[in-house]
């Protein structure tokens, strides 16, 4: 089960590392162009701290450092981004509003599967096996 959990942290590592990679060296222009659309105050600066958010939480769970500093960073990353980016409650149009319903929806899970990290005090071929620093 330990290689089992190991695979996981890899994958979910890897998922938090490409979207930071997009936040700060990919998509970094058209993700500003979308927080500006989306009235995000200093929305370049908004997405540069969110993919370091991302650059935390990615590293933390692919090595197993800090555990519990990667949880933070992500639950820092999904609360406003979730809430002001993928606000489908306050759209018209039908097919916008389901696309930001599943986008909310699915950083809501991601959110609670960091949260459970939570639990995991002992995190098999970490770095460091303690869950806060």
Same mark, same amino acid.
């Given at each position: 089960?330990?290689?089992? &959990?190991?695979?996981?942290?890899?994958?979910?590592?890897?998922?938090? /590392? +490409?979207?930071?990679?997009?936040?700060?060296?990919?998509g *970094?222009? @058209?993700?500003?162009?979308?927080?500006?659309?989306?009235?995000?105050?200093?929305?370049?600066?908004?997405?540069?701290? *969110?993919?370091?958010?991302?650059?935390?939480?990615g590293? $933390? &769970? /692919?090595?197993?450092?800090?555990?519990?500093?990667?949880?933070? $960073?992500?639950?820092? &990353? &999904? %609360?406003?981004?979730? +809430?002001?980016?993928?606000? +489908? =409650?306050? %759209? @018209?149009? @039908? @097919?916008?509003?389901?696309?930001?319903?599943v986008? +909310?929806?699915k950083?809501?899970? /991601?959110?609670?599967?960091?949260?459970?990290?939570? %639990?995991?005090?002992?995190?098999?071929f $970490?770095? *460091?096996?303690? %869950? =806060?620093?």
């Amino acid at each position: 089960m330990e290689v089992v &959990f190991f695979i996981g942290r890899i994958i979910v590592g890897v998922y938090y /590392l +490409f979207n930071a990679a997009n936040h700060l060296i990919m998509g *970094t222009e @058209q993700l500003t162009q979308y927080a500006q659309y989306k009235g995000v105050p200093a929305p370049r600066l908004a997405v540069i701290v *969110t993919g370091i958010l991302l650059l935390i939480g990615g590293l $933390s &769970f /692919l090595l197993g450092v800090y555990p519990g500093i990667g949880v933070l $960073s992500v639950v820092l &990353f &999904f %609360l406003p981004v979730s +809430f002001k980016m993928h606000n +489908f =409650w306050a %759209l @018209q149009d @039908q @097919q916008q509003r389901m696309i930001e319903m599943v986008n +909310f929806t699915k950083n809501m899970a /991601l959110m609670g599967s960091a949260l459970m990290f939570l %639990l995991i005090e002992r995190w098999p071929f $970490s770095l *460091t096996p303690q %869950l =806060w620093p």
